[in-house]
């Protein structure tokens, strides 16, 4: 039976087209810079804005009409859902999806519970993916909403809790590495804080790194060689999150000896939180080889909470390719649309113009990264700017071979350095307006 009857398979039309149910950039099969637009983009649909999205919000009701969910949270009705995801996924034409635990099965009333109705879930999602060839770009578990969370999980001060949650991961990273998933998120939804004055910090995050090495032994033990993805986050539910932003978390991977294990997921309205540009954190991870994945989406300016809305700025897509094709793609990482539907748009259909959206909006942002890159515009610029230290005494301060005192003695012999030169901001960003 199909949940969207009225809607085809979405076909590439090109630029020209004015139907809004068809690609006017995203060409999967189209190359760029050697790579097939979906190989780049490896686009992933999440289950729990997609299919579980009610609309309600902390003022108001759900909103969504779902013609085929009868609003329950039975297994029938998550077993039913899966369909829908599929038969939405494919028409889409996205590669990949990614889901919490608790997203795709209902919670029992015991963990024994819980668990038997994600295998039955699972082996429906393992029939659904071998029939459209749809694949699990990540999985992960829902450690913040139960009420049993409500301080925290690997950082919570109740041991059972922290229990309960290595349980909880135990077995969705052996349902993610039974689907074949290609990584794992860890989103530390409440490990944080609200009060320091009942909080022992150090203790908090002494925990959260136990945890991490249980996870790791784990997945080695099931033979899972995914990568684990920290997604950083600086608020939101909690006032201050561990896992701040790709800084905050680099310094506790390193600390805790997990650098050989954890990459980065880095989501675009997280970083805005956290006072930085999605630019600023995808370079930060990728420069240091910690850029994994990301969740697209954007923030809205005068909102200051994580709205997840779907990425239409092209200035955004194309930022965010800039720095992914520097780093020679994301695989086996992806594209996550983690962006919901605004609660005004309730309509199965306005699902599709969403990702829609998002898909062409990237694949411009690929188009038009991929056409600066060409003219090397940005890295002639960038390359020249720091000349100075490709000969002289730049060079021996790369190469190491300067000390302090030798600089001092280059100074005082020279008296002043030699001029700045303009660093062009405004013509550099007229240049990249001629590339939109
Ligand atoms: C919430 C996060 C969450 C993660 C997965 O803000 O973005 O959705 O992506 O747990
Ligand atoms: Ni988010
Ligand atoms: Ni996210």
Same mark, same amino acid.
């Given at each position: ?70 609003? +329950? ?181 390193? +600390? ?181």
């Amino acid at each position: 039976m199909s949940h969207f009857a009225d809607i085809p398979k979405i076909p590439y039309e090109g630029p020209g087209s004015k139907n809004p149910l068809a690609f006017k950039h995203y060409n999967a099969d189209e190359v760029v810079e050697g790579k097939s637009m979906r190989e780049h983009l490896r686009f992933s649909v999440c289950y729990w804005h997609t299919f579980r999205g009610t609309g309600s919000d902390p003022f108001g009701a759900p909103t969504m009409v779902r013609p085929w969910d009868d609003g +329950s949270e039975s297994l029938e009705n998550a077993l039913n859902r899966v369909d829908v995801a599929f038969e939405f996924i494919d028409k889409l034409g996205a590669p990949y999806y990614c889901f919490h635990d608790r997203d795709v099965a209902p919670e029992g009333s015991s963990l024994a519970e819980s668990n038997a109705n994600l295998d039955k879930v699972a082996a429906k999602l393992k029939e659904a993916q071998q029939r459209t060839g749809i694949e699990l770009l990540w999985g992960t578990a829902n450690l913040f909403s139960h009420p049993r969370y409500m301080h925290g999980a690997a950082t919570s001060p109740n041991a059972d809790v922290f229990a309960y949650a290595a349980a909880q991961v135990k077995k969705a990273i052996e349902v993610t590495h039974d689907l074949g998933g290609t990584n794992y998120v860890f989103w530390g939804g409440r490990e944080g804080y609200m009060n320091s004055y009942n909080t022992d910090m150090k203790r908090e995050v002494d925990h959260l790194a136990k945890f991490m090495h249980m996870a790791v032994e784990h997945a080695k033990s099931i033979g899972f060689t995914g990568t684990f993805l920290f997604e950083p986050k600086p608020k939101e539910p909690t006032k201050h999150q561990y896992d701040y932003d790709a800084a905050a978390c680099l310094n506790f991977i390193r +600390s805790y000896g997990l650098e050989d294990y954890v990459k980065l997921n880095i989501e675009t309205n997280h970083a805005t939180l956290a006072g930085h540009t999605m630019m600023h954190e995808l370079t930060y991870a990728s420069m240091q080889g910690f850029l994994g994945s990301i969740d697209a989406n954007t923030g809205d300016l005068l909102l200051g909470w994580d709205t997840d809305q779907f990425p239409t700025d092209l200035y955004l897509t194309t930022q965010c390719m800039l720095v992914i094709l520097n780093q020679g793609g994301l695989a086996p990482g992806g594209v996550n649309f983690d962006a919901k539907v605004r609660r005004e748009s309730f309509e199965p259909v306005d699902l599709f113009h969403a990702h829609i959206g998002g898909m062409d909006a990237f694949a411009r942002g690929l188009k038009i990264a991929a056409a600066i890159r060409a003219d090397g515009v940005l890295s002639d610029f960038v390359k020249d700017r720091y000349s100075s230290y490709d000969s002289g005494v730049g060079k021996k301060i790369d190469d190491g071979s300067a000390s302090f005192a030798e600089l001092e003695s280059y100074m005082l012999e020279k008296g002043n350095p030699d001029p700045n030169q303009s660093g062009r901001q405004e013509l550099l960003e007229n240049v990249i307006n001629e590339y939109l």
